[in-house]
């Protein structure tokens, strides 16, 4: 593996110290169930506490960089550039039910393009993460988007409801970064969806492309309503064929 960036580095420090409340709180929310406190009052204040240890950790070496996050929006500073972007918790309504697929994504953003993602699992202990030339990676090991090319051996994610995929085996697991992830990983073929936010896919978006993959182009000042499509090359134009009404 090469080397990685600075600021990769302290993209996966600041997962891997937020990740520490994610496990925690979600060991809790067993105990949630019974109270007369809503799980959806605790998963918005786990979500806020997540985010919270991710800008501080962030901010502690790059004290100019701007955020983009799903819960505090914009947070201009003084360089318009750079921008990290969040989401403390990928998955909420999994984290909510018990369900144990979920992850918190951040993107860096320089000069209108995604330089570095990293999608942290902390339930399974899987980090990925790509940077702009070095390579796309789980836990350390490089990965690969998958080499199949006839579709009807390919498996797609997607949580499109209404959306004729003419016969495309697909699954909607509920995390759209952990989505791009698996794509990215070669465990997915490919990944379509409508109305999302830019923190859903940001990181998602490099480690695709880093692992060999194509993703439709993007305008990444759009911040909701994004409609991303991953897949390997091989399949890429096939998958589009097949979603006429997407």
């Known amino acids: ?5 600075p600021n990769l580095n302290i993209m996966i420090k600041a997962a891997e110290k937020a990740s520490k409340v994610l496990i925690r709180d979600f060991g ?27 800008i501080e950790e962030l901010e502690k070496s790059r004290k100019n960089f701007s955020f983009l996050t799903e819960e505090n929006g914009k947070i201009e500073n003084k360089d318009k550039e750079n921008i990290w972007i969040i989401d403390p918790i990928d998955g909420t309504n999994n984290f909510l039910h018990g369900i144990p697929h ?6 860096l953003q320089s000069n209108n393009e995604i330089i570095a993602g990293v ?4 339930i399974k202990n899987e980090l990925f993460f790509g940077e702009k030339n070095n390579g796309a990676y789980i836990n350390n090991h490089r990965i690969r988007v998958s080499k199949k090319n006839k579709l009807d051996e390919c498996l797609f994610a997607s ?17 759209a970064a952990l989505d791009m992830a698996y794509v990215g990983a070669g465990r997915f073929d490919g990944y379509f969806q409508n109305d999302l936010s830019i923190w859903d896919v940001a990181a998602g978006i490099i480690i695709v492309k880093e692992a060999g993959g ?18 390997s090359n091989a399949i890429y134009e096939k998958m589009l064929e097949k979603l006429t009404n997407f």
Not at 102 to 107: A, D, L, V, W, Y
Request: aromatic share 4%; net charge negative.
């Open 1 to 5: 593996m090469n080397n990685i960036s």
């Open 28 to 54: 809790e929310l067993e105990n949630l169930q019974v109270t007369q406190k809503g799980p959806k009052d605790f998963v918005t204040n786990s979500d806020k506490k997540v985010e919270k240890i991710l």
């Open 102 to 107: 979920f992850s918190i994504s951040i993107g």
């Open 119 to 122: 999608i942290f699992d902390p």
């Open 159 to 175: 949580g499109n409801i209404g959306i004729d995929t003419k016969n495309l085996s697909t699954r909607n697991l509920g995390s």
């Open 214 to 231: 194509e993703v439709n182009d993007l305008n990444l000042s759009q911040i909701e309503n994004v409609k991303i499509i991953a897949s």
